[in-house]
């Protein structure tokens, strides 16, 4: 059971080149997250998906863009990469849609380290 | 909305001494709240959660948390630290975002060192 697989594990971009982030999580469950770590702040959730075809913005959503493909599988863009989003990416995934707080165990993937020069 | 707040950014132990991680949250009504683990360059891995049953909460590697309500906090505890433990701890509350569904709201981490 692979859990949650994120894709690629390391990118180096140059200002305004864009990629995308790939995660894939095969637990059937309903959420899907995107969050960046930056030392000293905590892991910020950038955008959300409470169930296949609806998506949210979260904390910090300005600059990506996100699609939740089907179940399985919710990718973040960099349309234009900059600098300030050098970060370490992680996806997760929950087994609650909407509703009330969580009461179960959210799953991350191993991290996606980008740097942007 | 909700918070969570981390004391500590830096606790120091000596092997075999105990381990306490504070941390205090906000919450507008009954929070889940939740300790994660991140070992240096890997993933984040749930240590406990407490979801409004018992407010002492054991989990993974003999941690265990206490919910206290009247002092909004879910501090970490560990009765003999081990070199193993060395790592960054995250608090998170889960938050009802927007009025609409759930998401995690994280402290900013405690990163734990033990000496030998």
């Known amino acids: 059971n692979a859990g949650v697989t994120q894709t690629p594990k390391f990118q180096v971009l140059k200002t305004g080149q864009s990629m995308t982030l790939q995660c894939a999580q095969d637990?059937?469950?309903?959420?899907m997250y995107w969050y960046r770590q930056d030392p000293g702040m905590g892991l910020r959730l950038i955008y959300y998906s409470a169930s296949e075809g609806t998506t949210d913005k979260g904390e910090v959503p300005n600059g990506y863009n996100v699609s939740r493909l089907n179940k399985r599988e919710f990718s973040l863009r960099l349309e234009s990469a900059a600098p300030s989003q050098t970060s370490v990416y992680f996806c997760?995934?929950?087994?609650?849609?909407?509703?009330?707080?969580?009461?179960?165990?959210?799953?991350f993937g191993q991290g996606t380290r980008l740097t942007v020069v | 909305a909700q918070s969570v707040t981390q004391l500590d950014s830096h606790v120091s132990v000596s092997e075999g001494t105990p381990v306490l991680l504070r941390c205090n949250y906000s919450?507008?009504?009954?929070?889940?709240l939740f300790w994660y683990v991140q070992h240096p360059n890997k993933g984040l891995q749930l240590l406990l959660k407490?979801?409004?049953?018992?407010?002492l909460v054991k989990g993974i590697n003999g941690f265990e948390a206490e919910f206290k309500k009247s002092e909004t906090s879910f501090h970490l505890t560990k009765p003999s630290a081990h070199m193993s433990d060395a790592a960054e701890y995250f608090c998170?509350?889960?938050?009802?975002?927007?009025?609409?569904?759930?998401?995690?709201?994280f402290g900013t981490g405690t990163l734990l060192a033990v000496q030998p």
């Open positions: 998170v509350v889960s938050d009802r975002y927007g009025g609409a569904t759930n998401k995690l709201i």
């Open positions: 407490y979801t409004s049953a018992a407010t």
């Open positions: 637990m059937n469950h309903n959420s």
């Open positions: 997760a995934s929950s087994v609650e849609g909407t509703g009330g707080p969580m009461n179960t165990e959210a799953f």
């Open positions: 919450s507008s009504y009954s929070p889940s």
